[in-house]
């Protein structure tokens, strides 16, 4: 299969010099300052944003359990680049380009499926689950090699049943964090596990409006009760302002998880923290973030036995979060739609056998996180209007309470650099 696409790119005038604007004003930003307005609201800076991030980096793209059958897939549109995520005939998770090597069309039109095959709509191509083309009619000419026309490939990676893609054809290599995941999600087994519900909310907001607020909880208090019935408001077991009443806490989890062989310990990856994993308690008396802080699964997940797992953070930049509870995990997942515009997919995940309305309650189990996606989103959308307006300037992160918004920021604006200088010594 012939996989360059360099001549596609023939007809494009490559905007070196606004490129490399974008490449010096972050050069010059203090990552402890937020981004200058440009970086939220412009389209060009957002269009270079996705293609030296978005088109190049490892993205969360969904869990393995929900692909459980061969001929499963999910599709999903990384900005201009519709992508299938599918279970081959032999079981292996491959993802695609969905685009036909006939003439373009679009393959898989639905979000998710099951199909015996990959058949194009429009004039029939047949592909097997693996790419390779199978069929295109009678019609193509004795010198049709359909070995020459099989789907383009997309690096795809999974890691402890999380899936991810990268659109690079040389991807940065992040096996030691893939690594880690394995193993902090070991215990939930999330091939076998199922999405109980999922919500997608759409925010006039851009992208890094989205994460920075995720980083931080410093907004919490002032706007998320229900998330507050079970979430401490500490970021991390090594927060700086982690008094000795939580440090206390933390160790007798941590006593208690370690006998249980339920991995804990902080592990950190990449420039700025692009990766962390963690163990976070939940407030004491609480074991899932529900409306009244019980269970919002009976059936636990995977080997796990004692619901009282706290939650584990898990923090894949640029696009996801995680919390893996005992009872239920939640994923969420960002995608740029526009400077303004970002989609963001919350999935809850409960073991594949629990049953709706014995096991669980969906209203229960999603109730406290569509509060609080909604509430964020508020803020995010107020923070982009606020940021349009032209007496906007960067202001100061604090570095206690927003450390994760300058980890955050100094991994934009470094991989923003590094892919910058990369792409341009390629030309
Ligand atoms: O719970 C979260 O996902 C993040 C981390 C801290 C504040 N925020 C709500
Ligand atoms: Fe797919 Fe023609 S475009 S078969
Ligand atoms: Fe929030």
Same mark, same amino acid.
């Not at 088109?55 to 059958?69: A, Q, R, S």
């Not at 201009?80 to 032999?90: E, G, Y």
């Not at 009619?137 to 899936?163: Q, W």
């Not at 939640?330 to 995940?349: C, E, H, N, R």
């Given at each position: 299969? @012939?996989?360059?696409?360099?001549?596609?790119?023939?007809?494009?005038?490559?905007? &070196?010099?606004?490129?490399?604007?974008?490449?010096?004003?972050?050069?010059?930003?203090?990552? @402890? +300052?937020?981004?200058?307005?440009?970086?939220?609201?412009?389209?060009?800076?957002?269009?270079?944003?996705?293609?030296?991030?978005?088109?190049?980096? =490892?993205?969360?793209?969904?869990?393995?359990?929900?692909?459980?059958?061969?001929?499963?897939?999910? #599709?999903?549109?990384? /900005?201009?680049?519709?992508?299938?995520?599918?279970?081959?005939?032999?079981?292996?998770?491959?993802?695609?380009?969905?685009?036909?090597?006939?003439?373009?069309?679009?393959?898989?039109?639905?979000?998710?499926?099951?199909?015996?095959?990959?058949?194009?709509?429009?004039?029939?191509?047949?592909?097997?689950?693996?790419?390779?083309?199978?069929?295109?009619?009678?019609?193509?000419?004795?010198?049709?090699?359909?070995?020459?026309? /099989?789907?383009?490939?997309?690096?795809?990676?999974?890691a402890g049943g999380y899936? +991810?893609?990268?659109?690079?054809?040389?991807?940065?290599?992040?096996?030691?964090f893939f690594d880690d995941l394995t193993h902090y999600l070991e215990p939930y087994d999330l091939?076998?596990?199922?999405?109980?519900?999922?919500? @997608?909310?759409?925010?006039?907001?851009?992208?890094?409006?989205?994460?920075?607020?995720?980083?931080?909880?410093?907004?919490?208090?002032? &706007?998320?009760?229900?998330?507050?019935? #079970?979430?401490?408001?500490?970021?991390?077991t090594?927060?700086?302002?982690?008094?000795?009443?939580?440090?206390?806490?933390v160790?007798?989890k941590q006593a208690m998880w370690e006998e249980e062989g339920i991995p804990y310990k902080h592990v950190s990856?990449?420039?700025?923290?692009?990766n962390r994993i963690v163990r976070m308690?939940?407030?004491?008396?609480?074991?899932?973030?529900?409306?009244? /802080?019980?269970?919002?699964?009976?059936?636990?997940m995977g080997r796990i036995?004692n619901?009282?797992l706290g939650s584990m953070r898990i923090?894949?930049?640029?696009?996801? =979060?995680s919390?893996a509870m005992g009872?239920?995990l939640?994923?969420?997942?960002?995608?740029?739609?526009?400077?303004?515009?970002?989609?963001?997919? #919350?999935?809850?995940?409960?073991?594949?056998?629990?049953?709706? /309305?014995?096991?669980?309650?969906?209203?229960?189990?999603?109730?406290? =996180?569509?509060?609080?996606?909604?509430?964020?989103? @508020?803020?995010?959308?107020?923070?982009?209007?606020?940021?349009?307006?032209?007496?906007?300037?960067?202001?100061?992160?604090?570095?206690?309470?927003?450390?994760?918004?300058?980890?955050?920021?100094?991994?934009?604006?470094?991989?923003?650099?590094? &892919?910058?200088?990369?792409?341009?010594?390629?030309?």
């Amino acid at each position: 299969m @012939t996989c360059t696409h360099e001549h596609q790119n023939l007809l494009v005038t490559s905007e &070196n010099k606004s490129v490399q604007a974008v490449a010096d004003a972050l050069e010059k930003h203090p990552i @402890t +300052f937020s981004l200058p307005q440009q970086f939220y609201s412009d389209a060009d800076v957002f269009q270079i944003e996705m293609e030296q991030i978005f088109y190049k980096e =490892w993205l969360f793209v969904g869990i393995t359990g929900e692909i459980p059958d061969n001929g499963n897939f999910i #599709t999903l549109d990384i /900005g201009d680049n519709p992508i299938t995520v599918i279970r081959d005939q032999n079981g292996e998770v491959r993802a695609f380009h969905n685009t036909c090597r006939h003439r373009g069309s679009k393959i898989c039109l639905v979000k998710q499926g099951k199909v015996p095959k990959l058949v194009c709509p429009y004039h029939q191509w047949t592909y097997e689950l693996d790419g390779n083309l199978l069929f295109a009619g009678t019609e193509m000419g004795d010198d049709f090699d359909k070995n020459d026309y /099989g789907l383009h490939k997309v690096n795809c990676r999974v890691a402890g049943g999380y899936i +991810f893609v990268s659109l690079s054809e040389k991807p940065t290599n992040i096996d030691g964090f893939f690594d880690d995941l394995t193993h902090y999600l070991e215990p939930y087994d999330l091939d076998n596990c199922k999405v109980a519900v999922e919500s @997608t909310l759409v925010e006039d907001a851009n992208w890094k409006l989205v994460i920075e607020n995720n980083r931080e909880c410093y907004h919490c208090s002032g &706007n998320h009760p229900e998330l507050l019935n #079970t979430l401490l408001e500490w970021d991390d077991t090594e927060d700086p302002r982690a008094s000795d009443e939580f440090k206390a806490q933390v160790a007798a989890k941590q006593a208690m998880w370690e006998e249980e062989g339920i991995p804990y310990k902080h592990v950190s990856h990449g420039h700025g923290l692009r990766n962390r994993i963690v163990r976070m308690p939940l407030l004491e008396g609480t074991v899932s973030m529900t409306i009244d /802080g019980k269970a919002g699964c009976k059936k636990l997940m995977g080997r796990i036995k004692n619901p009282d797992l706290g939650s584990m953070r898990i923090l894949h930049l640029p696009n996801s =979060w995680s919390h893996a509870m005992g009872d239920h995990l939640i994923a969420f997942q960002v995608i740029p739609l526009g400077a303004q515009k970002t989609q963001v997919t #919350t999935k809850w995940i409960v073991h594949k056998d629990a049953v709706e /309305g014995v096991d669980y309650d969906v209203a229960h189990l999603r109730q406290v =996180w569509d509060a609080t996606n909604v509430q964020d989103r @508020t803020l995010a959308e107020n923070n982009q209007k606020g940021i349009n307006s032209k007496a906007y300037q960067p202001g100061p992160y604090s570095t206690t309470f927003e450390f994760g918004v300058v980890n955050f920021i100094d991994w934009f604006s470094d991989t923003m650099q590094k &892919n910058i200088k990369a792409s341009s010594e390629k030309e």
